[in-house]
């Protein structure tokens, strides 16, 4: 069964820490994302990676930053963490080519309170 | 740019009752457009996907929703509900398949009555 797999499922830290956030998948995916859900305001976009090392800003980037050394791994970065980012972060991945149909696999989300 | 409305924040049907979620959606040309469920504590799963063609598309779990261009709606139906279907529902448009330019909607919470 394909898997996107999400290290935290919660996670408690301090205004000020570093935080990583880790995502794994196993499906071989080209494309890798990072989303922030809040109520009220759906899903919006991070980082965005098409490719190992290339990186591309979402909607919402300013506050995060993004790692992807290997294919199957895409961190998210919060260098020093703020309250505003007490949220539920979301990542996917999907498939790059001609036949691709746009779908998202989901990991099960991180949910990340800053204190 | 692409956007996308889903009018209802909550709602609750008995189960058994039939249902029907809002979306409506905003673009010049046509569409990708996704409806997404999250289950309690779960990520997004994808229900359905319309990109061209019929514009009755089926879902898995019994849903099926219909693109109506003149209404720039793609609406969520499903006959039936079961108490497994409370969950929140994310309608989604995209200027093609490439996910980065998907645009999600604030989400449907939907909750059964027993």
């Known amino acids: 069964d394909v898997k996107v797999t999400q290290s935290s499922r919660y996670l408690v830290k301090r205004t000020g820490e570093k935080v990583f956030l880790e995502c794994v998948q196993d499906?071989?995916?080209?494309?890798m994302f990072w989303y922030r859900q809040d109520p009220g305001l759906g899903l919006r976009l991070i980082y965005f990676?098409?490719?190992?090392?290339?990186?591309e800003k979402g909607d919402i980037p300013e506050g995060y930053s993004v790692s992807r050394e290997k294919k199957e791994r895409f961190s998210l970065i919060l260098e020093s963490a703020s309250t505003n980012q007490t949220s539920m972060y979301l990542c996917?991945?999907?498939?790059?080519?001609?036949?691709?149909?746009?779908?998202?696999?989901f990991g099960e989300g991180s949910r990340l309170t800053v204190l | 740019a692409q956007s996308v409305t889903q009018p209802d924040i909550h709602i609750t049907v008995s189960e058994g009752a039939s249902l029907e979620l809002r979306c409506n959606y905003s673009?010049?040309?046509?569409?990708?457009l996704f409806w997404y469920v999250q289950s309690p504590g779960q990520g997004l799963q994808l229900l359905l996907k319309?990109?061209?063609?019929?514009?009755l598309v089926q879902g898995i779990k019994g849903f099926e929703a219909e693109f109506k261009r003149s209404q720039s709606s793609f609406n969520l139906r499903k006959p039936s509900v079961h108490w497994s279907d409370a969950a929140e529902y994310f309608c989604?448009?995209?200027?093609?398949?490439?996910?980065?330019?998907?645009?999600f909607g604030s989400g449907t919470r939907l909750s059964i009555r027993p």
């Open positions: 319309y990109f061209s063609g019929d514009t």
């Open positions: 996917a991945s999907s498939h790059q080519s001609a036949g691709n149909t746009g779908e998202l696999f």
């Open positions: 499906m071989d995916h080209e494309n």
């Open positions: 673009y010049g040309a046509t569409p990708y």
């Open positions: 990676s098409y490719d190992v090392k290339m990186k």
């Open positions: 989604a448009v995209g200027a093609d398949s490439s996910a980065s330019k998907i645009i």
